[in-house]
């Protein structure tokens, strides 16, 4: 007898294939399932916020460039929401959050692009919240890691009330959900419990034809402008005015920089927000004395940004700075406030991202001043430092 080969084996190699690949199924499944639980979680704990809020949950991006958990709109600005479940101790090591070892960088990044995308398609500011779900002590996270701010998950209503950062009023809020409503996975929002329906996505057009946004069934078919486009834009011409005075407002800022002798040229000056009222230049007398003039290092000048927090109403706004990075043979960086009199002074120094303590305490609404941080070395020299001018919310703390 010839026997060749051997019976079965290609059978039971598929087997062996489909079931490694049901198990990573399953595994998949099991993430999947914790995912939403959690979501469904943070859903309700945000429902704690009051009712001039609104929530919009599982959208996806424009231009298919991903999903994100929640959105939340209200009077002081808008907010994008990540929940992140992680296991194990948590370190900051730099300008970035470990878990277990685990760098949390991607799901910074994340939240940061995805913010990003959403200021763009709702045309106004949005701040991406990592809220870490199975953490406790908010002692132990750093308010913010290069523009996100990181809170353990039952904190993040809390957050988000004391967090804000842009005035929208009303009628604005309703303009940026009417934007936001689209990206829904399922279509309708919710309010007290009744289903609210949301209009259909357009129809197509010819393609000669430009749609610069979208229009509703209700909206009239004639080329008459509607009440909301009128009124976008009035604010948009309100914002270039307001564009045009801050301008101005930074050529006065620029003569008045050439005059500091700690600089060997005017820096750049780039207000972080265009207020939407005129600012009131604050008149805090710095705390500490004059900087004096030591060697400059040939290392670029730390990024400059700032996040506004209200750690209880009354209290006033606290300017938090943001972690700038990592710098070789870094002593300190060092927080300066240009005074009433054109001298710069030193207000606060900080080592790690853990920032609160180098905050800008009691400030009041639609505050402007003018800052800069400088890296500050071992061997005592220090780095370019770009003035840049801050300005609190609108809103009062």
Request: charged share 15%; hydrophobic share 45%.
């Amino acid at each position: 007898m010839i026997e060749g080969g051997v019976a079965g084996v290609s059978a039971q190699s598929l087997a062996a294939e489909r079931r490694a690949q049901a198990e990573r199924l399953t595994a998949e499944a099991s993430r999947l399932d914790a995912t939403a639980t959690d979501e469904r979680w943070m859903s309700n704990h945000l429902a704690q916020l009051p009712s001039s809020y609104a929530l919009l949950h599982d959208l996806s991006l424009p231009d298919g460039r991903g999903r994100v958990d929640h959105v939340v709109v209200g009077p002081g600005g808008a907010f994008v929401v990540l929940t992140r479940r992680v296991d194990g101790a948590l370190t900051v090591q730099g300008d970035q959050l470990f878990a277990g070892g685990h760098s949390l960088k991607p799901a910074f990044d994340g939240a940061r692009l995805s913010a990003q995308a959403l200021t763009h398609g709702l045309g106004t500011p949005v701040v991406p919240i990592i809220a870490l779900v199975g953490v406790s002590a908010l002692g132990t996270l750093p308010g913010a890691i290069d523009g996100v701010l990181v809170t353990p998950a039952d904190h993040t209503a809390q957050m988000v009330g004391r967090g804000s950062h842009t005035q929208l009023t009303g009628p604005q809020m309703s303009e940026v959900i009417d934007r936001v409503a689209p990206m829904l996975s399922v279509p309708g929002v919710r309010a007290r419990g009744a289903a609210v329906p949301v209009p259909p996505p357009p129809a197509p057009v010819p393609p000669q034809r430009v749609v610069s946004q979208a229009v509703t069934p209700a909206a009239a078919p004639k080329p008459a402008r509607t009440p909301r486009q009128q009124h976008s834009r009035r604010f948009n011409v309100a914002v270039a005015g307001m564009l045009l005075l801050t301008a101005f407002a930074g050529g006065t800022l620029m003569r008045t920089l050439f005059q500091d002798s700690t600089s060997s040229a005017a820096p750049a000056v780039t207000p972080a927000v265009v207020p939407t009222t005129l600012p009131v230049v604050a008149t805090v007398a710095p705390t500490t004395a004059v900087v004096a003039k030591p060697k400059i290092a040939k290392i670029k000048a730390p990024k400059v940004a700032f996040m506004p927090i209200c750690p209880a109403p009354g209290e006033g706004w606290s300017m938090v700075p943001a972690w700038p990075g990592k710098v070789k043979n870094l002593a300190k960086y060092q927080l300066e406030m240009l005074g009433a009199d054109g001298t710069w002074a030193a207000v606060s120094a900080f080592t790690s991202s853990n920032t609160l303590s180098a905050a800008i305490t009691a400030q009041g609404p639609n505050t402007t001043l003018t800052v800069r941080i400088a890296a500050i070395l071992k061997n005592g020299s220090r780095s370019p430092a770009t003035a840049t001018p801050i300005i609190t919310p609108a809103t009062s703390c």
